[in-house]
């Protein structure tokens, strides 16, 4: 299967800094990508959609502003938390399709650890 | 909007059990169901993909059927080992587009 490579793994930053997560398509061009959040013990929630290109779109309660998505090449989608709160702190995943209704690939994950 | 359901929570089971994990979906107009391996603090496996069509899928010792009709997809795993003690998922893929929608879960713990 197609490969999906993001990071990093795992990350700790203070409380006020902001944090990049990088989601790349290693083999494929993706022209959608999706941004997942895993609280501990809960299931993967949708956070948004990037769609190479255009602005992202987000699920109702995750604030855009806060979780900024870029998505400017066909194979590299990034999501930064901005003024990261303790209340940040979990596990980050990104899915990647060639297309409408294929696939999903899925990277690795980042742990987020916001002190 | 869709709902995916995975009954139990969890499960615990000796080793060389065979067992059945549950997954239900409230929107039948799926485009595919996944299931997904998760182990603690990492990333997902994806085990098997069921597109709507198919009726199951089958991979060494697991195998996925899917009733798109009832919205049911169950997930065999036959003589259970610990190693495959984990969080197991489904997710189904809407028409729509591809978004996944995750159920809960079901952590499964296999004792030796």
């Known amino acids: 299967g197609a490969v999906v490579s993001q990071h990093p793994s795992w990350v700790i930053c203070k409380s006020g800094t902001s944090v990049k997560i990088e989601c790349r398509s290693l083999?494929?061009?993706?022209?959608?990508m999706f941004w997942y959040r895993q609280f501990p013990k809960q299931s993967l929630m949708l956070m948004a959609t990037?769609?190479?290109?255009?602005?992202?779109?987000?699920e109702q309660g995750v604030e855009k502003d806060k979780f900024l998505i870029n998505h400017a090449s066909l194979t590299l989608s990034t999501l930064t938390v901005t003024s990261a709160h303790p209340e940040d702190s979990s596990f980050y995943i990104c899915?990647?399709?060639?297309?409408?209704?294929?696939?999903?690939?899925f990277g690795q994950g980042t742990r987020l650890t916001v002190v | 909007k869709q709902e995916v359901t995975q009954i139990p929570a969890a499960l615990s089971v000796p080793e060389g059990e065979n067992l059945v994990l549950n997954c239900s979906f409230t929107?039948?107009?799926?485009?595919?169901l996944q299931w997904f391996r998760q182990d603690p603090g990492k990333g997902l496996t994806s085990l098997l993909l069921?597109?709507?069509?198919?009726r199951e899928q089958t991979s060494g010792r697991l195998n996925a059927s899917l009733d798109k009709s009832s919205g049911r997809s169950t997930l065999y795993i036959a003589a259970s080992q610990p190693g495959d003690s984990a969080t197991y998922l489904c997710?189904?893929?809407?028409?729509?587009?591809?978004?996944?929608?995750f159920g809960g879960g079901t952590r499964l713990m296999v004792k030796p």
């Open positions: 069921i597109q709507s069509s198919q």
């Open positions: 083999d494929f061009q993706a022209t959608t």
């Open positions: 997710a189904v893929e809407n028409n729509a587009g591809n978004m996944l929608t």
């Open positions: 929107d039948s107009a799926i485009y595919n």
């Open positions: 990037s769609n190479e290109g255009s602005k992202a779109t987000y």
């Open positions: 899915s990647a399709s060639y297309t409408a209704n294929t696939e999903a690939f």
